[in-house]
């Protein structure tokens, strides 16, 4: 594996496919040295492939263990003479279906990567960033963490929540110099589509939202709304225009919003 060499660094978590590994490609091709990390090992594999070793770290994380966070960690801080100028929590994932469907320990799950993976990130970050000038962590949330969104109602809070500890580590950590922003998709066209009730469901978001015909934006979107998040002077950034319309409606037409997203409802069994 490679080191930075003065270049500056990303660690990225859910690498090893769509936004992460769309956003490692961005970063390296704009002269960044990247750390790759995901359970996916085969996929990281590929990505690394991509991007040459000479300009990445690449390890197993289970973002929900602390222990694994601590090897990642380490082995990120040799390849950048312990520097870290962006932490991309982007690890995440979700169940789809009415509440009482969802197992409650599918739902753990979906809190536990979705929650604790970023506050274990922030945590294992922070000695790394803190002896960086300028460092940024960028958090990916959704549009899910402006609109309660039914059928999805545990993974909609879980992006509520990093919506809030975005805001308030962005004041937070300013004494120490560092930004916290987010990224907050619209659908965009990454596995996470597949979601279904378990692992493994037949029934699949991705169908419903070709049925609705709505909107899915390229992974590419994305990538570049994660190299604004982490470069501008705003906290959240929407990737799609229907996010941007969807922030708006919450903020200063919500019945009108309910009502839409009620008619989308499918009818129950």
Known sequence: MGSANGRKSIFITGAASGIGAETARLFQSRGWFC??????????????????????HVARLDVTKREEW???MAGFSDATAGKMDVLFNNAGIGRHGWFEDIP???????????????????????????ETSDARIVNTASTAGVVGSPRLAV????????????????VELSGLGIRCTSLMPWFIDTPILDMGLTEGANVKMADEIREAGQDVYPVSLAAETAWEAAHGKDIHYMAGKRAKQARFAARFMPGRLKKQILQGLPERD
């Open 104 to 130: 409650p320990e599918e739902a753990d799950l979906v809190i536990d990567v979705n929650v604790k993976g970023v506050v274990n990130g922030v945590y294992a970050a922070l000695p790394l960033l803190r």
């Open 155 to 170: 993974y909609s809070a879980t992006k509520f929540a990093v919506r809030g500890l975005t805001e308030a580590l962005d």
């Open 70 to 72: 601590a090897a990642a």
């Open 35 to 56: 750390g790759l990390y995901d359970i996916d090992e085969a996929g990281l594999a590929e990505v690394a492939k991509e991007l040459g070793d000479d300009n990445c």
